[in-house]
């Protein structure tokens, strides 16, 4: 039951994190099966992006109501959609930086203790290797065989950062346009800011295709391919999300749902928006270039 109360608007009970948990749940089994050869895992993945979208519509479409009708506009309520958005922006670093943590504990700990002269397991089992990083030679390259060269960090990593940075203008842009109340730009600039979006995106397929096919850096290929893989993987499917945010504001916009006193949903996606192109920042260094 809804609490109309002036001091402060309490929302009805939602069943949409049951549902986005399901959704979760079914995505999670398809990669498992797929990683498996099960025949399933399609069919899996299919009904997991259905219920995904399900839930994103239905979720969204309760808050934007809620919003619409005035529930929800209050300077409490915004302060804890503030809060929200801070803790959701710090649970993210937090895992990000458990990614980067085992990538620096390989660099700094395990290689250096497997190409030590005094370990024992170097001078037992793999007494040939080099600890160096970029890792092309793994310890033991008959199991897992090496990339055939290193990531260049002045091609296709140099673009993409270029166009995440130019997106980081234009949705800065984008929020002073609301402000000033310059609609039509607004409007242009957030769809400006979601194909940069879209086209860093494109660029990292690519690249993903250039390193498979040409440089022969697959998931097989031992520390060096997985910690790529795994940052820049789970990166862009905070990227995936960020666009999905855009696009939900654009339609607002559409709307004309957003004004100088309702621009929280806005600012929110400015502030995810801002932490990943921050993140990318760290990524290019120490993954790319270091």
């Known amino acids: 039951m809804i609490n109309k109360s002036k001091k402060y608007y309490v929302p009805a009970s939602s069943n949409w994190p049951l549902v986005g948990s399901v959704a979760l749940f079914l995505l999670l089994e398809a990669l498992a099966t ?15 992006f259905l219920t995904l979208f399900y839930t994103l519509h239905g979720w969204l479409g309760d808050v934007i109501h809620e919003n619409r009708t005035g529930l929800s506009r209050d300077g409490q309520i915004e302060r804890s959609f503030r809060l929200g958005m801070y803790w959701l922006i710090f649970s993210e670093a937090m895992f990000f930086a458990a990614m980067f943590g085992a990538l620096f504990y390989v660099r700094v700990f395990t290689l250096p203790a497997l190409g030590s002269q005094e370990s024992i ?11 160096t990083w970029p890792l092309l030679q793994n310890p033991n ?12 960090p002045w ?3 140099l673009l993409s950062s270029c166009v995440l940075l130019a997106s980081v203008v234009s949705i800065t842009l984008t929020y002073w346009a609301l402000q000033n109340e ?4 607004m409007s242009i600039l957030q769809l400006v800011t979601m194909c940069l979006g879209i086209l860093f995106i494109l660029l990292q397929i690519l ?7 040409v440089q022969g850096l697959t998931l097989a290929s031992g520390i060096y391919a997985t910690t790529f893989f795994m940052l820049t993987g789970f990166y862009v499917i905070y990227t995936v999300v960020g666009i999905v945010m855009l696009g939900v504001i654009l339609y607002r916009m559409k709307k004309n749902d957003l004004n100088k006193q309702n621009d929280f949903s806005l600012k929110a996606v400015c502030y995810y928006w ?6 990318w920042i760290l990524l290019y260094v120490f993954v790319y270039w270091i």
């Open 34 to 48: 797929w990683m498996h050869g099960d025949w399933i895992a399609p069919v899996l993945a299919v009904c997991g």
């Open 121 to 131: 397991t170097h001078i037992v089992l793999w007494p040939g290797f080099n600890p």
């Open 141 to 152: 390259p008959s199991a897992y065989a090496g990339s055939n060269a290193i990531i260049n």
């Open 155 to 157: 091609g296709t990593p």
């Open 182 to 185: 310059y609609r039509k730009a």
């Open 207 to 213: 690249e993903y295709v250039s390193i498979y096919t």
């Open 274 to 279: 801002y932490f990943i192109s921050v993140l």
